[in-house]
């Protein structure tokens, strides 16, 4: 084949003229580029190597990593899964603090929506009491593990404080592992950056980072900031619930490993005013919503803003989309709301025991990340790995969406 500025110019080896250079391939596959309609760059590129706890297995082993993490001001560690973990321990504290008294030492869960930090890292996030998701122990002291707002504020501000030759060498990271793997565009989740200026450095620092062609998303409720930045979308992880791993993700029927119905991030009025501002300004606006009841406000919501038609200019989305009934599905499609699911998901946690069964139970798990279903219904479905939640790899997204755990989906 011929390639002429980046694109396939032709099939015919003779239209390439004399003095063209050519690339024996050895016989391997070429594909094209691959878009990845969900990545954190940063913390992509931040989480790689002994950083990665991915592999943990039981909380013996999780105090041995953290134990062995390089010393610095900083010391970041992510992708811990105790749902995997083999004791039934949980991730705690206590080694960051034994470890690394002096630094400000954060492990995340590998879903984001929870961490833990040491008394050094609390202290310096100095989170007001009141903040929802901070636990305590039974004499009412922080244990540093965080959720809710509580894990979204002290995150925010443990990478805002990293300093930017560490935040821009974990971009580039990022943007080789991602052409390696195939994925040319990245469609980049920036969250809790704060005021604008912050946006635009670090929109700016991306599309210096490497060849990658960059989509950025503003993870605010502010589709004005986004129209002033010259972005055509806002959203992405504007947060509707939390996640399932972490109990969070706001769902109709309980949890079936523990009380509640996780939690919905933000009221009615406060999601109609941000769909209704990015329709009338012409951005297309993205929530995350994974619980079906997450997922109703985010539908029912742009109905009423839609008047129950698609936007005739917009490409709304929701990211992940993972429980949702038939109903909802219909009615996505119906809007034209493109889904930006992650099929990784499901190879990760939909296993019989995975941690689906163990968190909602075998019955509504089998009816999760419904791939085929949202096709058969004709909506738009677009895909991405979520990295660092799941490995950036579009060809390992490819794989699972065709060895779904359900074979329906």
């Known amino acids: 084949?011929?390639?002429?500025?980046?694109?396939?110019?032709?099939?015919?080896?003779?239209?390439?003229?004399?003095?063209?250079?050519h690339i024996d391939l050895g016989g391997r596959a070429v594909y094209p580029a691959f878009a990845d309609c969900h990545v954190h760059s940063t913390d992509t590129g931040l989480?790689?190597?002994?950083?990665?706890?991915?592999?943990?297995?039981?909380?013996?082993?999780?105090?041995?990593?953290?134990?062995?993490?390089?010393?610095?001001?900083?010391?970041?560690?992510a992708n811990y899964d105790e749902s995997a973990w083999t004791d039934g321990g949980v991730a705690t504290a206590a080694p960051l603090d034994a470890h690394f008294p002096d630094a400000i030492a954060?492990?995340?869960r590998v879903d984001g929506h929870s961490c833990v930090l040491n008394r050094?890292?609390?202290a310096f996030v100095d989170l007001p009491p009141e903040t929802p998701g901070m636990e305590r122990d039974a004499d009412g002291a922080p244990t540093g593990r965080l959720l809710l707002?509580?894990?979204?504020?002290?995150?925010?501000?443990?990478?805002?404080?990293?300093?930017?030759?560490?935040?821009?060498?974990?971009?580039?990271?990022?943007?080789?592992?991602?052409?390696?793997?195939?994925a040319l565009h990245l469609h980049v989740q920036l969250v809790g950056l704060g005021p604008r200026e912050a946006y635009a450095r670090e929109i700016t620092a991306l599309r210096e980072a490497g060849a990658a062609k960059w989509h950025p998303k503003i993870c605010e409720r502010d589709p004005a900031l986004a129209?002033?930045?010259?972005l055509p979308y806002v959203g992405g992880d504007v947060f509707l619930d939390g996640s399932i791993g972490s109990g969070t993700a706001a769902v109709n029927e309980p949890y079936h490993d523990r009380e509640g119905r996780g939690h919905l991030m933000h009221d009615d009025a406060e999601v109609e005013a941000y769909f209704a501002e990015a329709e009338r300004l012409g951005i297309s606006a993205g929530v995350h919503a994974i619980g079906d009841r997450a997922i109703e406000q985010c539908l029912a919501t742009w109905e009423k803003v839609l008047g129950g038609k698609p936007s005739p200019r917009n490409?709304?989305?929701?990211?992940?989309?993972?429980?949702?009934?038939?109903?909802?599905?219909?009615?996505?499609?119906?809007?034209?709301?493109?889904?930006?699911?992650?099929?990784?998901?499901?190879?990760?946690?939909?296993h019989p025991g995975g941690m689906y069964d163990t968190r909602l139970g075998a019955p509504r798990?089998?009816?999760?990340?419904?791939?085929?279903?949202?096709?058969?219904?004709?909506?738009?479905?677009?895909?991405g790995d979520d990295s660092p939640v799941c490995k950036l790899s579009p060809l390992d997204g490819l794989r699972a969406a065709t060895a779904h755990h359900n074979p329906a989906e």
């Open 106 to 108: 954060m492990a995340v």
């Open 47 to 77: 989480f790689l190597g002994p950083h990665d706890l991915s592999g943990v297995r039981d909380a013996a082993e999780y105090a041995r990593r953290i134990a062995a993490l390089p010393l610095d001001a900083f010391v970041l560690a």
């Open 149 to 182: 707002d509580a894990n979204w504020r002290a995150q925010a501000k443990v990478l805002a404080a990293l300093p930017a030759a560490m935040k821009r060498a974990a971009d580039v990271r990022a943007t080789e592992l991602a052409l390696r793997q195939g």
């Open 120 to 122: 050094k890292a609390l």
């Open 315 to 350: 490409r709304h989305f929701i990211e992940h989309f993972e429980i949702a009934t038939p109903q909802q599905i219909a009615r996505a499609a119906h809007l034209n709301v493109y889904l930006s699911m992650q099929p990784q998901f499901d190879e990760l946690w939909g």
């Open 227 to 230: 129209k002033e930045l010259g």
């Open 365 to 383: 798990a089998r009816t999760m990340n419904a791939l085929a279903s949202a096709k058969r219904a004709g909506a738009t479905l677009v895909g």
């Open 1 to 21: 084949m011929v390639i002429a500025d980046g694109k396939v110019a032709s099939l015919r080896p003779e239209d390439a003229g004399a003095g063209v250079p």
